[in-house]
């Protein structure tokens, strides 16, 4: 897919993001999605903007892969992971093994739980908190360690939760939006991705999203939906301003503490990688989690798993109908931070 998007600032007057979308070369609408004193709730330009129906070979696998994930769910639960299964030695004699991603969201607010990630096999994926004290050499040393980095947006959240300074509100007006995003992207640098930190307000309103996806695009980083709430409309403001979006699979350790509930996430993480040829799941950096995780990533290879970084995402993404795509789907649906 090949689409333009051109982001235009006015000067005192304010900011006017104006959002071009061209498919297979044809200029077939634009959106204001930010006006100074609208912000976020720029509803009347929303709402006008054409619905675009992206026919494209990618959004078929999409469809496939949530389709097979979905059977993945439907029957029943998925396999019980005994603990000395974390323990086998054997190695797979396995080809082409599936992939696994493991995304570590909150990292940076201390410096000895990234110590501690460090420690576990990898490759992983860390993604840090831009506001983070010494954000930028924590992330240096994660990529030097062969890790891969991300940044972990903080986005407005249902409810009272505090996603943290500067985090992109729904209220805002659209030159605050943009000082607020742009703060937060250049915080540190080497990230390859952005994944949202809570945002179960922020990502089901779809003008928002279409900035932080066009800004994202801009900067050649692609964007993974943390799915903090089953509304979310992320993928289809991808779609409409031709980013580039994954979403995770599952969440390890949304039970905190929950040490069996975590062995269940980690045996779905399998099934799916098994079905589809790979699985995203995202875990934090909490003490279960930890001495959970630790045994299960070294295993993994002998159980006939490859643990990849999320830079392997768009690469995968490109493979056969069950090898590609994104899911978004929460689990459970009723989880919103």
Same mark, same amino acid.
């Given at each position: 897919? #090949?689409?333009?998007?051109? &982001? ?103 410096? &000895? ?71 937060? +992207? ?38 993974? *939906? ?63 989690? +930890?001495? #959970? ?27 056969? *109908? ?16």
């Amino acid at each position: 897919m #090949t689409f333009t998007i051109l &982001t235009k600032r006015a000067g005192a007057a304010g900011l006017i993001a104006s959002l071009v979308i061209a498919v297979l070369g044809v200029v077939v609408g634009a959106l204001s999605a930010y006006v100074s004193k609208q912000g976020a709730a720029a509803r009347a330009a929303r709402e006008s903007a054409f619905l675009l129906e992206l026919r494209d070979p990618a959004l078929a696998r999409l469809e496939r892969r949530k389709e097979i994930i979905q059977s993945v769910f439907a029957n029943g639960p998925p396999q019980r992971l005994a603990p000395s299964a974390f323990l086998s030695e054997e190695l797979s004699p396995t080809l082409n093994k599936p992939k696994i991603i493991i995304i570590f969201d909150d990292m940076g607010l201390e410096k &000895t739980l990234v110590d501690k990630v460090l420690d576990l096999p990898g490759p992983l994926t860390l993604s840090f908190l831009p506001y983070a004290t010494q954000v930028g050499a924590l992330a240096r040393r994660a990529e030097e360690d062969g890790n891969d980095v991300m940044l972990h947006l903080p986005m407005e959240p249902q409810g009272a939760d505090d996603p943290g300074p500067n985090a992109l509100l729904s209220d805002m007006t659209g030159s605050a939006f943009i000082r607020a995003l742009e703060w937060n +992207l250049d915080r540190f640098d080497g990230y390859v991705a952005v994944n949202n930190h809570m945002g179960s307000r922020l990502t089901t309103d779809e003008a928002a999203m279409m900035t932080v996806l066009g800004n994202l695009k801009e900067r050649g980083v692609f964007f993974v *939906d943390s799915v903090t709430t089953g509304d979310t409309i992320v993928e289809r403001a991808g779609r409409r301003v031709a980013a580039t979006v994954f979403a995770r699979d599952v969440f390890l350790d949304a039970v905190e503490g929950d040490r069996a509930s975590m062995i269940k996430q980690l045996g779905l993480v399998e099934d799916i990688a098994r079905a589809t040829g790979y699985a995203v799941a995202i875990a934090h950096p909490r003490k279960t989690t +930890l001495e #959970t995780i630790g045994p299960w990533l070294a295993s993994a290879p002998a159980r006939g798993f490859e643990l990849a970084p999320i830079s392997a995402l768009p690469g995968l993404a490109l493979g056969d *109908d069950a090898q590609a795509g994104a899911l978004a789907l929460a689990d459970p649906p009723a989880l919103r931070f």
